[in-house]
């Protein structure tokens, strides 16, 4: 049985594996016993091999020991998860946060937790895929709303019965396609309509905004949006999640969020980890410059070679190239050429819009970003795509 789904899926290009790199994700990795440029890491500032966060996770394993052998609640809660707590609240003040084991389950556990089977919820049509799974879980009514498209979110909500309670939910930078949510606009939607909005800021928090808070900050409404989660597995290096918001949000979500509830709590070591990356993206901007520097280098270098890039303002570049066979031979004439990106496909995203995710990162250095854009331009040619 499996077999034949597997190659009904082999014959749509839609079979994965996984590659198992032998170094850990800097600008460079080992691959096949040979160095390549890594250009798919969401660790954007290169703080999950930086050697002060790496330290800080070793102290906690020395001093607390690998698991925390229990859930939060029951005796799982140690120094590094409160720390972080209060760093993370303080860095995006706001009166709380609350861990979660990673972004999947805060997405199953929060949404659930905001609105019920009686409510009406209003999803971005390219939202992550926890943030559909947390919507569906709650049981309300869903409907997905255009890309970015806040008119189209007013019509709907406009159509809302009356005191029926309804939830915006969006991506803050969308994680494929690397463009930012409208927040302004929806956040003013959210008020004018009695409505909840609930952004996921994975991509953003550590990288966008002036001091790195993530994409509240960049459009200027952290007064507006009162809670908003974000992850700790890209940016800060690491592994989890939190909800960062008022005080009483977070107590009823740690009385009821049931992935909250029922795990263990996250080890010692990332808890530490995480907040040793936080104070790094405090104390040192200039890993952000790089960062959008070198973006800016890539994003320019494939304008010229010809791609069709959309206007966005991340380090998340899609090079579009529509079916699944044609990304796949793409990544794989990359691979060759020593660049490692790989094709994204269905589910991942929608149907014919099959690409290479590029990402960047700050410690990419000029060199790795021009031999790249070499191979670009030699897969480009080699499929057909310029
Ligand atoms: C990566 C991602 C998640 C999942 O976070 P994990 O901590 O990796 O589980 C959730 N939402 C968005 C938008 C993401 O990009």
Redesign the pocket.
Known sequence: MFQEKLRQMAGESLTRRLRTLSSGTGATVQFGGRSIILLCSNDYLGLAIHPAVIQAAVRATEQYGTGAGASRLICGTLPPHEELESALARFKGTESVLLFG????A?LGIIPRLIGRKGLILADRLC?A??IDGCRLSGADFRVYRHRDSSHVEALLKRRSSNRPALIVT?GLF?MDGDLAPLPELASLAKRYDAMLYV?D??GTGIIGPTGRGTLEHFGVEQEISFHMG?L??ALGS???YLAGPRDMVEYLLNTARPFLFTTASPPSTAAAAGAALAIIQQEPDRRARLWSNRQRLFEGLQRIGFRMTETISPILPILIGDAASAVAFAEHLLAQGVYAPAIRPPTVPDDTSRIRVTVTSEHTTDHIDAALRAFESAGQATGLL
């Open positions: 990673s972004g999947y389950l997405n992550h926890s943030l991506d994680s996921d994975a991509h992850t597995g890209k592994s989890g999640a």
